[in-house]
């Protein structure tokens, strides 16, 4: 077999030489040069430059010794690229430490096993979420990033200029997904979210990536709830059981997780953080600090995934349904150990009170003309969620910056690289 | 099992009533009430308005009579919404003729079984081409959409306001997927791409999505070609195969393809079309309409698919690894039916060259900094192409427009819905 990659590692003992590639694979391949057998394999192996790009051809080796990696039997050897300046940072070992390093060069870094583990679970994240989906009945689609209005209002958009008019980057496939589901009973995509919040937080990109899923001819919340806990469940099951090695390199244990994810209603969460000595102020969404607190009361509950459902319509988009007594909402979020990673509900599928859920929140039905003529024509009762990958990620790896979980940051001062 | 969807037609005759649910397959349900045998579900089929989104349990019936959708016997059936206003467009039988209405109510002529069937090979082209190149060890990856460079100038970017500074929308992921290739070996990402061409034609849009795919260690431009071409015939004899019921309900019918495609060298192109009456201006690349006549020359020599290799540095992007000649580029486009699906090729991965090609092509390399740091530490010879999913589309199934092949179009005019 062939395989390349770059030269992470090198070490001469007596007539021995151990040459460690950084490939496709999490952990090297790990090559041996013995003066005694093969002299000229020991020769180009022994003055390989650090970083060299190569390709050997090769078996894995019958007798494997080596704890890096894997150790392969060498036919040849070809060398594809020399650096041209010294390596700017180490790659062997611990990944460097100041995160400002890490992000300048991810591109380089992911040579290192640890920094490549992470996107390498990330990709898994992802095929196992589309597995998930794919077979139980929801169609994939790709809808616009630039769009004419916002699902959540102006105040975190990205104005765009397209051609002589003002548009926005989309907040989230949100007003997309749902009126597709007057034809389509189940859809998701896989897609990016642009939103211009200004903080500069752990736990907020501006450019993030998301699993977007709307489900039709629901009965209840509950649901769409089983599907977001299904797919969670389903998700981390396949990184624990696909990724052994990645997890083994990042040294994580992720436990094998079963549903269903505990229901708190938001009463319930505001009394147990009070009854904590966490102050809640009246009427108001949970701060991060206090959905911190509430993570590590539920972890000791043995509750690392858990719903909050029923969110004060006060604090909710627009589109959410609101219970009977006007005050509550279909809204739920899926926290893990203190982190929101989904937010979702059932939606106001009914075309009278939608109009009156945009004017209630100060928004002009004309702008929503498009999205509101879906409702007439037996649009069914449906809810979803956006699961954010990085969250996600940052969670299952015990990430402590969100900016750890995505190749290239995009935040409120980064734009490169 | 439960089944959903939307009462697409409906037809009594005498005693029987035969209704037709649209659901997540592209064939309707097909559910059939005799008044002798159930009076009371014959009476609920009877009187169901068309266009309501209904649920209903039962089992596909034994004998299938139906030509138009599998035949159920019913056991129970409950609706869940009701239209509140005629529908506005005719769901059933031919979509309507005008492009206009068709984009416009794509959400809901997304019940017509045509409609349906479009986008149901949009997700098995992606599907396709996921299994493909993960089979083939590229790592899927996720690089932003705000950028603050684009790959190929200024002339069609969209301009974004990232708070205080001004930014673009990621025309391609060229330069993010090239700088990966310094540490992993091989990468693709579906991604949309964002172009501000102001051309108002029928293969032109201005948000579109592709399988963007960049491939290292290669020994030339070949090593790509082999990957573009195994993955359009991997698609292709995909969705033969797994979407026969689509191809069916658009009557298309899509021979096997078999690799490898036709390599015509730019000048033999050139050559084809002057000797067949097609007038080609020296140094200019080729035209839309030269392309459709080269199609029509290639298709009845048996070539649907063909690449165009070498074209002329003076006509392509600053990235392309030039040859010895300084004229010729190792650039490639793959051409079906005269429509360019995909272009690619070997890049230049030395960092001299590439600093000059910029220079050349009146480029900045400042601008291009972090771009170029890249190549400094091993950079292997690489190559890769983007391959646009509508483009492919609306040749594979022999659409009129690209419009027909996306949910929601912007192009010059269009930004709603």
Same mark, same amino acid.
């Given at each position: 077999m062939r395989l390349c990659g770059w030269v992470l590692r090198s070490k =001469? !003992? /007596?007539r021995v030489v151990i040459v460690e590639v950084s490939g496709g694979d999490v952990r090297p391949y790990v090559l041996v040069g013995k003066q005694d057998l093969n002299p000229e394999l020991y020769n180009t192996l022994s003055t390989l430059p650090l970083g060299s790009a190569v390709c050997f051809e090769g078996e894995p080796a019958r007798e494997q010794k080596s704890k890096r990696g894997t150790e392969f039997e060498v036919k040849s050897i070809k060398v594809y690229a020399e650096p041209i300046e010294p390596l700017p940072v180490e790659l062997v070992g611990k990944v460097p430490s100041l995160l400002? =390093?890490?992000i300048k060069y991810r591109w380089l870094l992911l040579r290192n096993p640890v920094e490549k583990a992470i996107f390498r679970v990330r990709q $898994? !994240?992802?095929?196992?979420a589309r597995e998930y989906l794919v077979n139980n009945g929801f169609m994939e689609i790709h809808t616009p990033k630039i769009v004419?209005? /916002?699902?959540? /209002? +102006?105040? =975190?958009?990205f104005k765009v200029q397209y051609f002589e008019?003002?548009?926005?980057? $989309?907040?989230?496939?949100q007003l997309y997904k749902q009126i597709l589901i007057s034809s389509i009973p189940r859809v998701f995509e896989i897609t990016p979210y642009f939103r211009a919040e200004k903080f500069n937080t752990v736990r907020h990109l501006n450019e $993030?990536? +998301? !699993? %977007?899923?709307e489900q039709g001819f629901i009965e209840s919340m509950e649901d769409v709830m089983n599907t977001l806990e299904n797919l969670v469940a389903y998700i981390i099951n396949y990184v624990r059981d696909k990724n052994k090695e990645e997890l083994e390199t990042l040294d994580v244990e992720l436990p094998r997780v079963t549903t269903p994810f505990k229901r708190l209603k938001f009463e319930e969460a505001v009394d147990i953080l009070r009854s904590n000595g966490v102050e809640v102020p009246e009427g108001e969404d949970l701060s991060d600090q206090a959905e911190r607190e509430l993570g590590k009361i539920m $972890?000791?509950? /043995?509750? %690392?995934?858990y719903f909050i459902v029923g969110f004060p319509w006060q604090s909710t988009g627009f589109y959410y349904m609101r219970e009977e007594d006007g005050h509550h909402t279909r809204k739920f979020d899926l926290d893990f150990r203190g982190l929101e990673i989904a937010s979702g509900g059932q939606r106001e599928h009914r075309y009278d009170k939608l109009v009156e859920a945009l004017r209630l929140k100060g928004l002009d039905p004309a702008n929503f003309s498009f999205y509101l003529e879906a409702f007439k024509y037996g649009m069914p009762p449906h809810g979803g969620f956006g699961l954010g990958i990085e969250r996600l990620m940052m969670q299952m790896l015990g990430l402590n910056n969100i900016r750890e979980a995505v190749l290239f940051v995009r935040d409120r001062t980064r734009l490169v690289p």
């Open positions: =001469t !003992i /007596g400002e =390093t890490r $898994s !994240i992802v095929q196992a004419a209005a /916002g699902a959540e /209002g +102006g105040a =975190t958009l008019r003002e548009a926005y980057l $989309s907040q989230s496939p $993030s990536w +998301g !699993i %977007d899923v $972890s000791e509950k /043995g509750n %690392d995934l």
